[in-house]
């Protein structure tokens, strides 16, 4: 059983930075699409950030393009996320998530292709 465990949130003030982490664990398969995912309160959760742990593709939204990077390090099965120049639009709680890379076509921004996730971190920036 894959069990990711986030980390590295908090409140930061507009155009500061936080790094967060995701210690994975239970990974059976050789290649996942593994990445971030964020949800504000009443809206919808959406995706940040992927990355192809086999090819190290990555894929971005469009709002944090620039701003934010993924990353993983691939012995540890951690997985990173920088945020640099947060914005207050920012603020939502951040989850990683991971599915198996046979399961999906290719790796997308769609939370419904996602199998596991974690408890999520919160992500506050203040104006």
């Known amino acids: 059983q894959v069990q990711l465990v986030e980390s590295g949130g908090g409140s930061v003030q507009a155009g500061g930075s936080l790094r967060l982490s995701c210690a994975a664990s239970?990974?059976?398969?050789?290649?996942?699409?593994v990445g971030w995912f964020r949800q504000a309160p009443g809206k919808e959760r959406e995706g940040v950030a992927i990355?192809?742990?086999?090819?190290?593709?990555?894929y971005y939204a469009d709002s944090v393009k620039g701003r934010f990077t993924i990353s993983q390090d691939n012995p540890e099965m951690t997985l990173y996320l920088q945020m640099n120049t947060l914005k207050p639009e920012d603020t939502a709680l951040y989850y990683c998530?991971?599915?198996?890379?046979?399961?999906?076509?290719?790796?997308?921004?769609?939370?419904?292709?996602?199998?596991?996730w974690g408890q999520g971190t919160q992500v506050t920036v203040s104006s």
């Open positions: 998530a991971a599915v198996a890379a046979w399961r999906i076509a290719r790796c997308t921004l769609s939370s419904g292709d996602y199998t596991y």
């Open positions: 239970g990974y059976t398969y050789a290649s996942y699409c």
């Open positions: 990355i192809g742990s086999g090819t190290g593709d990555t």
